[in-house]
């Protein structure tokens, strides 16, 4: 079964760091380029950051960019999401997901999330 | 970047048909793709590309698009099809992705 699966999720004050980790199963994940996407509480979604297939090109959106730092495994089937100065804004549910370049890169495989929540 | 604009809420009545919008520059140059979202899920694809389902997804889920404008229509709309849809393409540079602000759909 193709899958994706979140950790690391959790309370952190503001200022503090999280790394999350997102496992792939079931498909070649070095194959593909890998994304993080997050949903503020009650909110719309909002790509964070994006990963080519062997970490040549990295992207970030401006509201994350110089805190945090995504990263990819390709032996242990993982990505990472490093998230240092985080703000009460950063505050979601973060998502990992595939982008599959025989759909038009649209994103066909999400993972279930994992909350982090930034406050005192 | 750019920017995708959807309303943020439209309805239909059972078994109807709806047509969800997606505004914005980077549609002219590149395909959108849609995205349905129940309350405490995560987002699932339902239409990439020119207009393509993945397999699971209902065909009374279709795609379209106009200049800068990309559409999701449903056509019988059912009672399930109750969500949160997003489109999401990329920006002027080719290079970040963008997400619409979503729209809330209800069955009537």
Redesign the interface.
């Known amino acids: 079964e193709v899958q994706l699966v979140e950790s690391g999720g959790g309370l952190v004050k503001p200022g503090g760091s999280l790394r999350l980790s997102c496992a792939a199963s079931g498909f070649t994940f070095s194959n593909y380029f890998m ?1 993080w ?1 997050r949903q503020a509480p009650g909110k ?4 964070v950051s ?1 990963i080519s297939s062997s970490s040549t ?1 990295i ?1 970030y ?2 509201s994350v960019k110089g805190r945090f730092t995504i990263s990819r495994d390709n032996a242990k089937n993982s990505l990472y999401l490093q998230m240092n100065s985080l703000r009460a804004e950063d505050t979601a549910v973060y ?1 990992c ?1 595939r982008a599959n370049p025989l ?6 495989i ?4 994992t909350l982090v929540t930034a406050s005192s | ?1 750019s920017e995708l604009t959807q309303d943020p809420a439209v309805s239909v009545a059972l078994g109807q048909t709806v047509r969800i919008t997606c505004q914005g520059d980077s549609i002219r140059r590149y ?1 959108a ?1 849609w ?1 349905q ?1 129940k309350p405490g899920q ?4 339902v239409i ?2 020119k207009n ?1 389902r ?1 397999s699971g997804i209902p065909d009374r889920f279709s795609g379209s698009s106009s200049g800068n404008t990309t559409s999701l229509t449903i056509t019988g709309a059912q009672a399930e099809d109750e969500a ?1 849809y ?1 489109c ?1 393409s ?1 920006d002027s540079s080719g ?8 729209t809330k759909l209800t069955v009537l």
């Open positions: 994304n996407v719309g979604l909002e790509w994006s090109y992207y959106a401006d998502y997901a759909r038009d890169h649209a994103f066909d999400w993972g279930q999330g | 970047s395909y793709s995205y979202q995560a987002p699932v694809l990439y590309g393509n993945p949160d997003y999401n990329r290079n970040l992705v963008v997400f619409g602000g979503g």
